[in-house]
């Protein structure tokens, strides 16, 4: 692995808006920052606390605020997180030491469980959905976090909401989102879902940490880190499984209008890389359709029509990205974070390319700065060039280092 001995590892953290007074700062013995795709990202920071000094400080309270940026030295440094703490667990084992543990404000989406329906009602005529990119604004609005939709994934929904009103209003009865006893964490996870949205707090856009991005599942292509192994990828472990593979999704389909049934199969080409559907008159068993891939295809029962290819495609797309996944590490790096694509190269034919970074977690302590992540690889990502450039190339702070 290279060194960069013109680079110092360099952190800040900031409470309630003060800066930590140098003594402080001074006792830290380690700080470490995980996002993901998951839950909320979260901040781990060790303080020594010789003769208990720091016991009962008041900056070190639940609920304060807490920002950290991260980075090299004498580049300015990235603001990774931007959240409250939620934690404060005192040890007085050994070398007494404080461990102040702050998420961000995703968490507080997880406090109580609520009971409400989402839909429009028109007089004298019938009571209407409201798509999902209103209700996740709704939801997000209602825990002072500002919704931020991928304009894509949001059109989509929309227009599969729409969709729902062809036939007759009454058809999209079934199709209004009611919440019954969830948290709107998990209410809003199921609408992600649902859309393949990725759901995640953005913390560089203004106002900090409290911007909930919506992102669509397929795009985003191009890599925020390249890493090669041998250079600045430090190890990677890749996981190849077909345990659990399928063929397809199918469903059943009936169209009142025209008093027929159809049978709709999506299935993933891996020699094309492309999607394949198939829509048949819904006569005889999918045997006889799709023969010896039948039993290896996941037959569902969609709400309605408009919605069957959404809902197939919810089924069918996290079980084709958890084919390939991985872990890896590299000196630390700003950039790694989740939710963006990296390129590993140097792995072979089978295991370069292009990932989804799903979480990432970054270290400061008396090793230095490290990053450690875990990726996925999207299955259109076979069919996407990745960029051609230097070997090993790593980019910290936004510029190429060798």
Request: proline share 7%; no cysteine.
């Amino acid at each position: 692995m290279p060194t960069y001995p013109q680079l110092g590892p360099q952190f800040k953290i900031t409470l309630g808006g003060e800066s930590l007074p140098a003594g402080l700062t001074g006792s830290i013995q380690s700080v470490s920052y995980t996002d993901g795709l998951e839950g909320a990202d979260s901040v781990e920071v060790t303080i020594a606390n010789q003769n208990l000094q720091w016991l009962d400080h008041p900056l070190l309270v639940v609920d304060k605020p807490l920002e950290l940026s991260i980075g090299y030295s004498p580049g300015p440094l990235d603001l990774a997180f931007a959240g409250e703490i939620t934690g404060v667990e005192p040890s007085f084992s050994g070398t007494p030491t404080i461990r102040i543990t702050a998420h961000d404000f995703l968490q507080r989406l997880t406090h109580g469980k609520v009971d409400r329906a989402f839909a429009i009602k028109i007089p004298e005529t019938a009571t209407l959905p409201l798509p999902d990119p209103a209700v996740a604004a709704i939801v997000s609005a209602s825990n002072l976090l500002i919704p931020d939709l991928d304009p894509i994934g949001g059109a989509l929904s929309t227009l599969m909401t729409l969709a729902s009103y062809i036939e007759t209003p009454q058809d999209a009865q079934p199709n209004i989102r009611t919440q019954q006893k969830q948290s709107d964490f998990d209410f809003l996870s199921g609408i992600a879902k649902d859309n393949g949205w990725e759901i995640y707090v953005d913390h560089t856009e203004f106002p900090k940490g409290r911007v909930l991005r919506f992102q669509f599942l397929i795009q985003d292509y191009a890599p925020s880190v390249t890493l090669s192994w041998g250079q600045s990828l430090k190890e990677f472990t890749p996981r190849l499984t077909t345990v659990g593979d399928v063929f397809g999704v199918s469903a059943r389909v009936w169209i009142a209008s025209i008093q027929m049934e159809f049978v709709i199969v999506v299935s993933w080409d891996y020699d094309r890389a492309a999607f394949n559907l198939m829509i048949s008159p819904g006569v005889g068993d999918l045997q006889a359709l799709l023969g010896g891939k039948a039993s290896k295809t996941i037959s569902i029962k969609p709400t309605g029509f408009p919605n069957s290819l959404r809902e197939i495609l919810t089924e069918l797309l996290p079980r084709l990205n958890n084919r390939l996944t991985g872990s890896g590490s590299t000196i630390g790096n700003p950039s790694i974070k989740a939710g963006r694509v990296i390129n590993l190269i140097g792995l072979g034919q089978q295991f370069s390319g292009l990932y989804r970074i799903t979480s990432a977690t970054h270290t400061l302590d008396t090793g230095g700065y490290n990053t450690t992540f875990k990726v996925r690889k999207e299955v259109w990502f076979g069919s996407i060039p990745v960029p051609k450039g230097p070997q090993g190339l790593l980019r910290v702070q936004g510029e190429a280092v060798a």
